[in-house]
């Protein structure tokens, strides 16, 4: 690993449990290693879904939510 850059694991909080989102610092910059389209196909969202990033970097506080969009079934509705 490069001099001035180490990596840090950062946990989103999912319905089927916590998954760890590696990212990187270089040179006091953070990036977050997995590319968004891997991201969005790993916890399999669709249009609709959402994806909410918290960051106080004040604080070193981070944060992901994901709100999947629910598809009622008109059939089986009351």
């Known amino acids: ?3 001035g850059s180490w990596w840090l694991y950062l946990t989103s ?3 089927s449990g916590h998954q ?4 990187s610092i ?3 910059l953070q990036t977050i290693t997995t590319p968004w ?3 969005r196909r790993d916890n399999n969202l ?3 879904d ?3 990033f918290y960051y106080l970097p004040n604080q070193g506080v981070r944060e992901i939510i994901l709100r999947k969009d ?5 059939d089986q509705s009351t």
């Not at 629910?70 to 008109?74: A, F, L, T």
């Open 37 to 39: 389209y891997q991201f």
């Open 1 to 3: 690993m490069e001099q």
């Open 26 to 28: 270089q040179d006091g």
């Open 46 to 48: 669709m249009a609709r």
């Open 13 to 15: 909080f999912t319905r």
């Open 70 to 74: 629910i598809g009622w079934d008109e």
């Open 20 to 23: 760890i989102w590696r990212m």
């Open 50 to 52: 959402e994806v909410v």
